[in-house]
C-alpha cells in the first residue's frame, strides 16, 4: 500500500532549515493496523501529512496505491486527499458543526446526493456504533462521540487508507481504548489500512505492527503480528490447497 524510500522533508522557515525527515524507510501493507510512535518533533505529523498529500516530500521515493506521490500533478493530489484517503486529528470537533446533528456533520462531505447520501451517512454512523445518537446536535455528544463523527467522515468517501494523528490525545484514557478498538473493529470489517501516530506507548499495544521514528528516521520496529487481511490470506489459500 505504502513504500517510502529516503523519505526527505526539509521544512524552510525564513533562513532556517529544518530537516524533519532524513532518509525514512517504510512499507505499509494492504490492511496493516500499524502505529507510528516518537517523541514529539520526531517526524510523526510530517510522515502522515506526506501520506495523505497535504504537502510533498522535498526528496526521496513515495509510492502510495501504486502512485507516485513526487511525480503527482496537483489535480491528481487534489483527487486523492478527496477520495483515497481519510484524516483523523486530536482535535477533530473542530472541524464539526456544533449546531447540526451527528448525522448532518457526516452527510456534508459525502459525495452523493439525496436519499443514497443520508444512507451512506446513517451507515456511516452505525459502522462507529453512534446510531443511537444520529439526531443529537453535536455540542449534546460527549469528546469520544464527537471523535467518532469524526472518524465517520474520514471514512465517507470509502478510502483505502485511514492517517490518524494523535486521535487519542485529548481523551482520556477508557475513552482512548474505545477509539482504538473501534480502529481494529473497522480494519476487520471493511478491511481498510490504518496508520496511527501516537507517542502512547500503551495505544500502540493495540496494534498489529509498531514502528518508532526518531529524529525523522525509523529507529525501531518493536511489535509484528499478523495483520487480518494477512490471516485471511493465508486461510484462503489453505482452503485452495485443500480444493486442490
Ligand atoms: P511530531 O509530529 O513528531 O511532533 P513534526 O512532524 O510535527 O513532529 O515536526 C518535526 C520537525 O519539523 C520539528 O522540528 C518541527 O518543529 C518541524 N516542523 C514541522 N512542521 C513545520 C513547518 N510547517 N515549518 C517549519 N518546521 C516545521
Ligand atoms: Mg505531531
Same mark, same amino acid.
Given at each position: 500500500m505504502i513504500n517510502c524510500e529516503g523519505l526527505v522533508k526539509i521544512y524552510k522557515a525564513a533562513d532556517l532549515e529544518v530537516f524533519a525527515l532524513q532518509g525514512l524507510d517504510l512499507r505499509v501493507e494492504s490492511g496493516e493496523l500499524m502505529a507510528i510512535i516518537g517523541n514529539s518533533g520526531s517526524g510523526k505529523s510530517t510522515l502522515l501529512n506526506m501520506l495523505g498529500g497535504l504537502d510533498r516530500p522535498s526528496a526521496g521515493g513515495l509510492e502510495i496505491d501504486g502512485k507516485n506521490m513526487l511525480?503527482?500533478?496537483e489535480r491528481d493530489l487534489v483527487k486523492y486527499?478527496?477520495?483515497?484517503? @481519510?484524516?483523523v486529528w486530536q482535535n477533530n470537533a473542530r472541524n464539526l458543526i456544533p449546531y447540526l446533528t451527528a448525522l448532518e456533520n457526516v452527510e456534508l462531505p459525502i459525495l452523493l446526493k439525496g436519499k443514497r447520501k443520508r444512507m451512506r451517512a446513517l451507515e456511516l454512523l452505525e459502522s462507529v456504533g453512534l446510531t443511537h445518537r444520529k439526531n443529537n446536535?453535536?455540542?449534546?455528544?460527549? @469528546? @469520544?462521540?464527537q471523535q467518532r463523527v469524526a472518524i465517520a467522515i474520514a471514512l465517507a468517501n470509502h478510502p483505502k487508507l485511514l492517517l490518524a494523528d494523535e486521535p487519542t490525545g485529548s481523551v482520556d484514557s477508557r475513552m482512548a481504548d474505545q477509539i482504538l478498538d473501534l480502529f481494529r473493529e473497522l480494519n476487520r470489517t471493511i478491511g481498510i489500512t490504518i496508520v496511527i501516530v501516537t507517542h502512547d506507548p500503551l495505544l500502540a499495544k493495540k496494534v498489529d505492527r509498531v514502528v518508532a521514528i526518531r529524529d525523522g528516521k525509523?529507529?525501531?520496529?518493536?511489535?509484528?503480528?499478523?495483520s487480518y487481511a494477512e490471516e485471511l490470506a493465508e486461510l484462503e489459500r489453505g482452503i485452495e490447497q485443500t480444493e486442490e
Open positions: 511525480k503527482m500533478s486527499k478527496r477520495e483515497s484517503v @481519510g484524516f446536535k453535536l455540542h449534546q455528544l460527549s @469528546g @469520544g462521540e525509523i529507529s525501531s520496529e518493536m511489535l509484528r503480528r499478523k
